[in-house]
């Protein structure tokens, strides 16, 4: 929606916010003399930010940081400058590397004369805001879209980073209702968002954050319309290039995989495995896909077939518990640990055997009184490490007995926040399971069902 002035896409890593992103930004490409504006965190987050004594400090920081930013880009637009504003804009510009300096105000800026004992320079620079302010009083209808992404990519969960990042996305909000004309799009991760949101003036943004989550059948027809473009671009005249991918998914899909895959020890459509490893996240999707179509070409097979997903789990785990550890890290300064415990172990645990293996090998090998905090609270009961198993999605809560996989028999944290929460009672009917994506870290070269 290009109308509303701040929006932010929130979500879990992998879910597409940067590609979200990026479509907003190439479609605002096609309005009048657009000025689009594209930030990543690494160009603003740095270990040059000072130490905020207040969030006040910190929000008028990122005000002046960001409005700057914004002259910059206004500056580079600018041909010749003739009011004070524009002159201003455009040594914004220049100062930032946006532009080269002109003739004359590099001769301006160093200019001596003997006689006088003083150095000719340009004024002072005038407050970001304010300038800005002026400049978008003289552009009229002309749009700027400011569009920042992974500003919470180094998020630590400390002070110091939740007054950066609570202090950041209160700016925006500052800049988009107070400056006419500058529209915002940031991304946020929701974990990030869960420490931040406590915050007293974050409360104002809070109805501006869009959740991000797909349907296995939209995950579909994302998939069928990768495979349907490489066909368009590629085989224009096809029949298949004519296909309508919404409607066709199944059809396209099975362009590029077997027409059945063994799963669970059932022949099922070939999108059911894709959609349960993937766990709803397109990123992961397109990934395990390129891994197992990579090694279908090398076996010069046409369709990805069920071995060519089972030799490549190896490497789609390991991706999976980088990402696990890069977005969940701050809420445990042990995760990595924790999660080794698992390795070579069974996938399903009755809740007390659950709770026994990371009392035995995790809480003692440690000891009680050095495992940090986790989620800021002191540890008291292995039942907080198994609920942050099942929080960053680790576990699933599996109901009935049956051998067959199956999709509805599981629950994710989304889906029932409240069942290993700590301080409340444990249903220990409950069988706890390793999501499959975590499953291989080794390459196994027997025969098997996937």
């Not at 006689?115 to 340009?122: C, F, G, K, M, V």
């Not at 490489?230 to 077997?258: C, Q, T």
């Amino acid at each position: 929606n290009k109308n509303g002035r701040f929006y932010a896409p929130r979500a879990k890593k992998g879910m597409g916010k940067s590609a979200l992103l990026s479509k907003f930004a190439w479609d605002r490409q096609e309005e009048s003399e657009p000025i689009v504006i594209k930030l990543i965190g690494s160009q603003v987050i740095d270990e040059k930010i000072p130490a905020f004594s207040s969030f006040l400090e910190a929000q008028a920081y990122w005000i002046r940081n960001l409005c700057s930013q914004i002259n910059s880009n206004i500056g580079a637009t600018i041909g010749f400058a003739f009011s004070d504003t524009a002159m201003s804009l455009v040594e914004a510009a220049e100062v930032s590397g946006l532009r080269e300096r002109s003739l004359l105000s590099g001769l301006l800026s160093r200019i001596k004369v003997k006689s006088i004992p003083i150095e000719i320079t340009t004024s002072k620079s005038p407050n970001p805001a304010a300038l800005l302010e002026r400049a978008l009083a003289d552009m009229e209808d002309r749009s700027i879209w400011l569009i920042v992404d992974d500003i919470d990519a180094s998020f630590k969960n400390d002070d110091h980073h939740r007054l950066v990042v609570s202090s950041f996305y209160s700016a925006l909000r500052y800049i988009a209702y107070n400056m006419k004309g500058v529209v915002i799009r940031a991304s946020v991760r929701s974990d990030v968002w869960s420490y931040i949101r406590d915050v007293e003036d974050l409360d104002k943004c809070e109805q501006y954050m869009i959740d991000i989550s797909w349907t296995r059948s939209e995950l579909q027809v994302i998939l069928a319309k990768k495979i349907w473009a490489w066909v368009a671009r590629n085989y224009p005249d096809s029949a298949e290039s004519k296909w309508e991918y919404d409607k066709r998914s199944s059809n396209l899909i099975e362009l590029v995989f077997s027409h059945r895959l063994r799963w669970g020890g059932s022949a099922v459509p070939p999108f059911q495995p894709i959609n349960i490893l993937s766990a709803g996240r397109p990123r992961w999707m397109s990934q395990l896909c390129r891994l197992a179509a990579a090694r279908a070409d090398m076996r010069n097979y046409s369709r990805i077939q069920s071995s060519d997903i089972i030799y490549v789990m190896p490497d789609f785990t390991r991706y999976r518990f980088n990402d696990l550890y890069k977005e969940h890290g701050h809420q445990f300064k042990y995760l990595e640990r924790l999660i080794s415990i698992f390795s070579d172990a069974p996938v399903r645990y009755a809740t007390d055997d659950l709770l026994s293996k990371i009392n035995k090998e995790f809480v003692g090998p440690v000891g009680s009184g050095n495992i940090p905090e986790i989620n800021e609270e002191k540890y008291s009961a292995p039942t907080q490490i198994a609920s942050l198993l099942f929080q960053i999605g680790f576990i699933v809560a599996r109901y009935g007995e049956s051998s067959e996989a199956s999709e509805v028999e599981f629950r994710t944290f989304t889906d029932e926040p409240d069942l290993l929460r700590f301080g409340r009672p444990v249903n220990k009917d409950i069988i706890w399971e390793i999501y499959p994506s975590y499953r291989q870290r080794k390459r196994t070269y027997r025969k098997r069902a996937l």
